[in-house]
């Protein structure tokens, strides 16, 4: 088996474990939900959804501002690593909470980089959580130019930088 394959077996395997954790708790919130297990970037994606109530129900388990999402992840991550002996970066995704953060702040980047394209200065964007921040690297990374994280939690932010002539 090649190494690759291997961590592709081995995110599976995580994005599995997570579900049936994640599948206990809706049971014992006795709140319905579908399971959708991905693997994005190098890592397990794990989403909860509901079409039947519209993710109505769901936003109890995504909180103020994504606080309880965030719990919860972390949770299922100790529950992975729990199970495999390794730390897990597993992704968690409520009612699609992550998704449309992950939609605005691509389009925040997208934006941001074209200021540095045109004026050749770094631009600072607002603090941001890790989450937020990796989403911002990713959408930099892929428009060519360079980024990096500045400053301390809670107020870290992304400096995107031009590129180098």
Known sequence: MTE????????EQEGEIAADYLEELLDISDLDGDLDIDVENGRSVVAIVSE???D???RKLVGKDGEVLDALQELTRLAVQA???ERSRLMLDIADFRKTIKVSLQHQAAEAVSKVKESGERQSMAPMNPFERKVVHDAVKAAGLTSSSSGVEPNRYVVIEPAEA
């Open 4 to 11: 690759e394959k291997s961590a592709l077996t081995r995110l």
């Open 52 to 54: 039947e109530y519209g």
């Open 56 to 58: 109505r129900w769901l």
């Open 83 to 85: 199970k495999t002996g």
